[in-house]
């Protein structure tokens, strides 16, 4: 499967449907339900008011929000939050606030997701009379069938999804066709169903219905996986994307409208009380086929939410708003990756999730208040995209803004109220949020106290050291990473690094720097001979998606070099040099902590204590630079951000001292 199809066809479209629609192509199986459950007495309003609210939603949330406007926001190909703020993080300092806050809202939904989808589906087959008194809403066996799944789910990410991601495409074809069809089997019965599209029910709806309002918390359920389409974009391409959503919507707007003709022609009083609609319109001959189908449905939608997961936390870690942690390439696949802690991290949620609520009302009564928060994080976002990058008139934005921002709040406020009931895992997404702002705020305090010099200035004393045969050879290579923009800098603390306690002589020094660029796989690098053969710094240009393996990079570059005729890494020693023996290179990582010699402020004083400790958690400097540890010595150097400097101590005399130190134990004897 190539996972960047970028140009418009039919199978860029197949395969779109499997990654991108999955999360919002399985909320059939509960939203229409929840609205039922949560509205009390059913009714003809309730049912047309339900679905001209669910769908303007979709297309005012989904469609016009996110598939017109925010597909528009590629960065060189690419979506999600983070490549958003890359677009326009020069417009304001202060827009990593909502990145951070919509990245981490974004990775709370992913532990609720996949088990009210997982737990919708299995549930249906209650519906089989052979299943009906063993399969029951809430009790052990789907608790156990569902945890089974997960945990399947989870185990089977480190191989990555090449083979299965295959199969994707085809089975939610098959999936939105069934939607189709059930939805269309229901509405030649009850034609009339299709006056539900009219807003004025709707509106109704919001204003009659003693809960009117609040039920916008059960509606919102249906525009899940609009922000996760939004970061999928680079798999499928934006094309690909807006041409298969005209299908996706058709059969969902379908499907529901089918569920409300069934509803509508069922006995006045009808008591809906545990019923589903979506397995109430399916032919019970095809309800064993459909709830496999439905399963394998939202088992691709969670696989979706996982690769969305990792791909969120590793530009999070390009991007100093989360620790270094290790991150595999299980296949190769461009883009695609597995990180073990995030996987797990989601697992035992997603199991705690399923233990803590059982059924999938619970838990669809306890979802929305994270993602409409999301959504205000990018539309926050997006109008400074549309007035600054796109220079979109100011009324057509201020437009847009007070259209978003109206509908959002309303959601953002119905959803309010299940504060109290998702208790179990705000903690989760407290921490993910103040993971970021911590390692964002600590990074930005410790590059202020980063003091560069020309490097110009200390090459007499580079070249004097490397040839100062008396003291002994550290290594024939030694690299440093540096943080200074100007290649003509380098930072303090490497020079005395080199110069301090014991001197460190080679015969060719390497500075290495890596830009991070706005763009998603850039892989550049430039050399530059500040001293030639002496001192030498390269630059590499990376995109935020791109690890920066240095260890591999670097000796690319060397080879590069060598077949240019640049460098010569033939090692100097006699003995070596006559058998052309390799040089020994070795790196040097500096890394921090903080030192007790400081005095800051408490607001400063607790974001880097957090940050210190959160380090120890993270991934060593070295393993996330992708450096063999036998070829890289750690340094570990004090953070002092303001020393202490109020001491005062008085000098006295030795004879008096040891005068007063004698009557002392004159007096104690």
Not at 95 to 114: K, Q, R, Y
Request: one cysteine or more.
């Amino acid at each position: 499967m190539n996972s960047h199809v970028k140009q418009l066809t039919f199978a860029g479209m197949i395969v779109t449907l499997g990654i991108i629609f999955g999360d919002i192509g399985t909320s059939p199986l509960y939203v229409f339900q929840t609205l039922l459950v949560e509205g009390g007495k059913v009714n003809t309003a309730l049912v047309l008011g339900s679905i001209s609210c669910i769908f303007w939603t979709l297309t005012l949330q989904t469609t016009f929000k996110y598939i017109v406007i925010t597909l528009q926001a590629d960065n060189k190909g690419e979506g999600g939050i983070f490549s958003l703020y890359a677009l326009v993080r020069r417009y304001g300092k202060w827009l990593a606030i909502p990145a951070i806050i919509g990245a981490g809202t974004l990775l709370a939904d992913g532990i609720i997701t996949p088990p009210i989808s997982v737990t919708s589906a299995i549930e249906g087959l209650n519906l089989v009379p052979a299943f009906s008194t063993v399969i029951v809403p809430g009790n052990n066996l789907i608790l156990i069938i569902v945890i089974t799944i997960i945990l399947l789910l989870f185990f089977f990410q480190q191989f990555g999804t090449k083979v299965v991601g295959s199969a994707f495409g085809p089975v939610m074809l098959m999936w939105f066709i069934m939607l189709g069809v059930l939805g269309t089997m229901q509405i030649v019965h009850f034609p009339s169903i299709f006056k539900a599209l009219n807003p004025y029910y709707g509106a109704r709806l919001l204003m009659d219905h003693p809960k009117g309002f609040w039920l916008l918390g059960a509606v919102f359920l249906c525009t899940t996986g609009a922000e996760a389409l939004y970061s999928d974009l680079g798999h499928c391409g934006r094309r690909n994307i807006q041409v298969s959503w005209i299908f996706v919507k058709t059969t969902l707007i379908l499907n529901y409208l089918g569920q409300g003709a069934w509803v509508l022609s069922q006995a006045p009083g009808k008591d809906f009380t545990g019923v589903n609609p979506f397995f109430e319109i399916v032919p019970h001959t095809f309800l064993l086929p459909a709830v496999a189908l439905a399963t394998l449905a939202t088992i691709i939608a969670s696989q979706a939410l996982i690769s969305g997961s990792f791909t969120l936390i590793s530009e999070a870690v390009s991007m100093n708003f989360w620790p270094r942690i290790t991150i595999k390439y299980p296949s190769n696949i461009r883009g695609q990756i597995y990180i073990p802690s995030i996987n797990w991290m989601l697992c035992i949620g997603c199991i705690l999730v399923s233990m803590y609520f059982r059924t999938s009302s619970a838990m669809t009564a306890a979802y929305g208040f994270s993602i409409t928060i999301a959504m205000l994080s990018t539309t926050i976002l997006m109008y400074y995209f549309m007035r600054y990058v796109k220079h979109w008139p100011v009324w057509l934005v201020t437009i847009i803004l007070c259209v978003f921002v109206t509908v959002e709040f309303s959601f953002f406020v119905a959803n309010a109220v299940k504060i109290l009931k998702r208790l179990f895992f705000v903690g989760f997404e407290v921490g993910l949020i103040f993971t970021m702002y911590t390692w964002f705020r600590a990074r930005k305090i410790n590059n202020r106290f980063l003091n560069f010099i020309d490097i110009k200035e200390k090459l007499p004393l580079l070249n004097a050291l490397s040839n100062d045969t008396t003291i002994n050879k550290y290594a024939t290579h030694l690299i440093y990473l540096t943080k200074a923009n100007n290649g003509r800098q380098i930072e303090e603390k490497i020079i005395y690094s080199i110069m301090s306690r014991r001197p460190k002589r080679a015969d060719t020094y390497w500075f290495v720097h890596i830009e991070q660029t706005d763009e998603p796989y850039t892989q550049e690098y430039s050399v530059d001979q500040i001293e030639p053969g002496k001192v030498i710094r390269i630059e590499f240009r990376l995109g935020f998606k791109i690890q920066p393996r240095v260890n591999v990079l670097f000796r690319k570059v060397v080879e590069d070099m060598v077949e240019r005729g640049e460098i010569n890494i033939i090692s100097q020693y006699e003995s070596l040099k006559q058998y052309n023996m390799a040089a020994d290179f070795r790196f040097v990582i500096m890394e921090k902590f903080l030192s007790y010699n400081n005095l800051f402020s408490v607001s400063e004083g607790f974001i880097l204590n957090s940050y210190f400790a959160i380090k120890k958690l993270a991934q060593s400097e070295a393993k996330a630079f992708g450096l063999d540890t036998s070829e890289t010595r750690i340094e570990k150097i004090p953070l002092v951000v303001k020393p202490v400097n109020n001491i005062h101590i008085k000098r006295i005399d030795p004879v008096t001292h040891k005068a007063v130190e004698t009557v002392g134990k004159e007096v104690f004897a």
